[in-house]
């Protein structure tokens, strides 16, 4: 039993990574970013491709593919999300689900639709933890997913940009009619929702196989894990990441794999009708529904 729930936190730390920047794109923007899974799906096979083609370590091919990452969000920012900006909820999800059939359509373009994994002799390496045995790729991811989040917990309250986020988060019309600059603080918060799934993708990479409709999956979960934990909270999302993936790891090793998806949304279900806003959340699903 110790084992399933150890395995299930690792599980969870990548989970709560997606869902972390999901949530911040919406508690900042307003934006449902329907495409964010596929973020994830490119960032796992961007990272394959580079790895089996020029034989690079895989972490540090994900870097360089984070790197990359930030020109293309930053055009489909400006291209596709701006527009939709403050427009309403029908609006966001044409263009996002558009967004997401476009990207989908560019990874069977250029990868086809087989599935994209790699073997990596030191991420499959397991190791002891808490008295149970976890590849190294896992562990990592985890670890990973922990130093992200927190950096950027220290970046939201430490730094100055962070603190213009979140004002811009508070209050979107205070804040321009003090002087922010709403715009390049939107264009900022996209570019590290988008880096945080890319960044997820990467770190899920050496030891999960990948096709060009993956982010499916991860978009779903990861709306899951932001009503769980509350629209908008950083905090909210990390700790429902690691409830759902240790739900997810229970249902699968008692039910089936066949069940792992159908239990959180049986979860889902049950916080809407307890808690709408979630745990740790000002916003419920319906005042999403509406703008916020």
């Given at each position: 039993?110790?084992?399933?729930?150890?395995?299930?936190?690792?599980?969870?730390?990548?989970?709560?990574?997606?869902?972390?920047?999901?949530?911040?794109?919406?508690?900042?923007?307003?934006?449902?970013?329907?495409?964010?899974?596929?973020?994830?799906?490119?960032?796992?096979?961007?990272?394959?491709?580079?790895?089996?083609?020029?034989?690079?370590?895989?972490?540090?091919?994900?870097?360089?593919?984070?790197?990359?990452?930030?020109?293309?969000?930053?055009?489909?920012?400006?291209?596709?999300?701006?527009?939709?900006?403050?427009?309403?909820?029908?609006?966001?999800?044409?263009?996002?689900?558009?967004?997401?059939?476009?990207?989908?359509?560019?990874?069977?373009?250029?990868?086809?639709?087989?599935?994209?994994?790699?073997?990596?002799?030191?991420?499959?390496?397991?190791?002891?933890?808490?008295?149970?045995?976890?590849?190294?790729?896992?562990?990592?991811?985890?670890v990973g997913g922990i130093v992200l989040v927190a950096?950027?917990?220290?970046?939201?309250?430490?730094?100055?940009?962070?603190?213009?986020?979140?004002?811009?988060?508070?209050?979107?019309?205070?804040?321009?009619?003090?002087?922010?600059?709403?715009?390049?603080?939107?264009?900022?918060?996209?570019?590290?929702?988008?880096?945080?799934?890319?960044?997820?993708?990467?770190?899920?990479?050496?030891?999960?196989?990948?096709?060009?409709?993956?982010?499916?999956?991860?978009?779903?979960?990861?709306?899951?894990?932001?009503?769980?934990?509350?629209?908008?909270?950083?905090?909210?999302?990390?700790?429902?990441?690691?409830?759902?993936?240790?739900?997810?790891?229970?249902?699968?090793?008692?039910?089936?794999?066949?069940?792992?998806?159908?239990?959180?949304?049986?979860?889902?279900?049950?916080?809407?009708?307890?808690?709408?806003?979630?745990?740790?959340g000002k916003k419920s699903?319906?005042?999403?529904?509406?703008?916020?």
């Amino acid at each position: 039993m110790w084992d399933l729930v150890v395995l299930g936190i690792m599980a969870g730390g990548v989970l709560a990574l997606v869902a972390v920047g999901l949530t911040l794109i919406f508690g900042v923007m307003d934006v449902m970013n329907f495409a964010h899974g596929e973020f994830v799906m490119l960032g796992m096979i961007a990272t394959i491709f580079v790895v089996t083609s020029t034989g690079m370590n895989p972490y540090l091919a994900g870097l360089l593919v984070i790197i990359a990452s930030i020109p293309v969000a930053y055009l489909i920012f400006v291209a596709i999300i701006r527009p939709t900006i403050g427009k309403s909820l029908n609006v966001q999800i044409f263009a996002t689900l558009g967004l997401s059939i476009a990207l989908q359509a560019a990874a069977l373009m250029f990868f086809g639709s087989r599935t994209f994994a790699i073997s990596n002799d030191f991420a499959a390496t397991r190791l002891s933890v808490l008295g149970v045995q976890v590849e190294v790729g896992r562990v990592i991811a985890f670890v990973g997913g922990i130093v992200l989040v927190a950096a950027l917990w220290f970046f939201l309250y430490r730094t100055r940009v962070g603190k213009q986020i979140r004002a811009v988060s508070e209050d979107h019309y205070a804040a321009k009619v003090v002087g922010l600059r709403i715009n390049r603080t939107y264009a900022i918060v996209f570019i590290l929702g988008t880096a945080f799934a890319v960044g997820a993708g990467v770190l899920l990479a050496p030891f999960t196989s990948v096709n060009s409709t993956t982010g499916l999956n991860y978009v779903l979960t990861s709306f899951v894990i932001v009503v769980l934990g509350g629209f908008g909270s950083v905090g909210g999302a990390f700790i429902g990441g690691l409830v759902v993936g240790i739900i997810e790891t229970f249902a699968g090793y008692f039910f089936g794999t066949q069940w792992m998806q159908a239990s959180i949304f049986v979860l889902f279900v049950l916080v809407l009708a307890i808690r709408p806003q979630g745990f740790f959340g000002k916003k419920s699903l319906d005042a999403a529904m509406v703008g916020g």
